[in-house]
């Protein structure tokens, strides 16, 4: 089968399109494999745990994220531009990216830790658990090595030593779950885990005939980076305000069961991203080279991946309503069935989620990074506004109708109230519509 599936995308695809075609298999089929394992560990953790100490794990992961957005001072995405349109300054292009984020990592490490002693100072278990999930943002610096993979299509090795790194980590899950250890050893694992991954890109790298002592920072470079990069900050601060603050807020306004079953309907409902991610990030390279071809052609490809991303979610979303409560007492047992009608809101707000991903690709090469500030701007205070009216009235369920009001807002409506975004905005109403409205794209 695997023979006539090769023979027929040689027969049928371009070697580009092979590429790209080839890279999506082995992603999807990694996420897959890592994700049937994770599902079951998730599940049997959050049983263990119990609902409280399941929430307070999540409680500290979702405030770690809240700093994450300093690493945007490099920019990801502009740095797999560069690799694309100038593979031949690769080391100075790697090394720039990894000092500014090693820097970043740093300044993270510290904020974090600070921020959790001033809110928190009574709360041991929150303090340590914050502090070990932040150690891996020392190493924040080598994911340049996962971009020069990603800008070259090129994650098989990475794939086949990051699933084997996953299965020894999954082992060590499943020891410690048997000898019945405390929460805080599960936060180390994650840590572990985080830091474990980094070595394994290291170790890709040097055995594909790379080498990390040849990067070398450019100044001039990292200058012209932040500069581009900067607004991206505030517009990630954002984007992880309205993805994260629910599960902090609940915390401070709510308690610490209610984060667990809120944060057992979001596992649920951000399982299936990573279809998403895939295909976007397997597509992104062949965009931005058509955006040097022609606007036509390069209009037409976000056209095509929007509508794909749109079909994806109304294939997952659509039976989830319906099953949603079966399907999470199904998980993680009926001390979490509160999370069943959670989830079948919160699973709504994938639409706008997957469709961002895609935006990404347009904003950042059409270096409307000001535009990305102000719509995730918008819908992290709008966010904050409605969790503010809506947990201490329901809980959970507000949080989650906060979430898919404030995604609608910033990645679809703020699209018609910025006239160059309008554009994209009438892609996101064709792919939403499944082609039966067609705006013309001017």
Not at 138 to 161: D, H, P, T
Not at 313 to 336: C, E, Q, R, S
């Amino acid at each position: 089968m695997l023979k006539k599936i090769t023979q027929t995308l040689q027969k049928k695809l371009q070697p580009d399109q092979r590429k790209v075609v080839v890279n999506i298999i082995l992603l999807l089929g990694e996420r897959v494999f890592r994700l049937g394992i994770a599902f079951f560990m998730v599940a049997w953790i959050a049983r263990y745990l119990g609902v409280k100490e399941f929430g307070e794990l999540n409680y500290a992961l979702a405030f770690c994220e809240m700093f994450s957005p300093l690493f945007e001072l490099a920019s990801s995405q502009f740095i797999i531009r560069d690799l694309v349109t100038q593979p031949f300054l690769k080391s100075e292009i790697l090394g720039t990216y990894f000092w500014i984020k090693s820097i970043t990592g740093v300044v993270v490490f510290m904020l974090t830790a600070i921020t959790i002693f001033i809110l928190k100072p009574d709360d041991i278990l929150t303090i340590k658990l914050v502090v070990i999930l932040s150690i891996p943002s020392f190493l924040r610096g080598f994911n340049a090595i996962e971009c020069w993979f990603r800008s070259q299509l090129e994650m098989k090795y990475n794939v086949l030593i990051r699933n084997g790194l996953y299965m020894g980590i999954t082992l060590a899950r499943i020891f410690l779950l048997q000898i019945q250890a405390p929460l805080i050893a599960f936060a180390w694992l994650v840590m572990i885990e985080n830091s474990l991954n980094t070595v394994a890109l290291i170790f890709t790298y040097k055995i594909t005939g790379n080498e990390i002592l040849e990067w070398r920072a450019n100044w001039e470079r990292a200058k012209k980076l932040i500069k581009i990069s900067f607004p991206l900050i505030f517009s990630s601060l954002s984007i992880v305000i309205y993805m994260r603050i629910d599960q902090v807020m609940l915390g401070q306004l709510a308690d610490s069961k209610s984060v667990g079953i809120y944060s057992a309907a979001v596992r649920l409902s951000e399982l299936w991203p990573f279809t998403s991610t895939i295909i976007v990030q397997s597509i992104a390279p062949s965009i931005i080279a058509a955006k040097k071809v022609s606007e036509e052609l390069y209009y037409e490809k976000l056209q095509k991946l929007s509508n794909s991303q749109a079909l994806l979610v109304y294939i997952i979303a659509i039976p989830m309503t319906f099953l949603a409560t079966p399907f999470t007492v199904l998980v993680f047992g009926k001390d979490y069935a509160l999370a069943g009608p959670i989830l079948a809101v919160h699973i709504w707000s994938s639409m706008f989620c997957f469709l961002s991903y895609v935006k990404e690709i347009w904003i950042t090469t059409e270096e409307l990074t000001g535009f990305a500030f102000v719509f995730s701007t918008a819908g992290a205070l709008m966010n904050v506004a409605l969790n503010f009216w809506l947990i201490p009235k329901y809980q959970g369920m507000g949080a989650a109708i906060a979430t898919v009001i404030s995604y609608g807002f910033a990645d679809y409506v703020m699209c018609f109230l910025y006239p160059p975004a309008r554009k994209f905005g009438r892609i996101m109403t064709q792919a939403m519509t499944l082609n039966l409205i067609k705006p013309r794209i001017k």
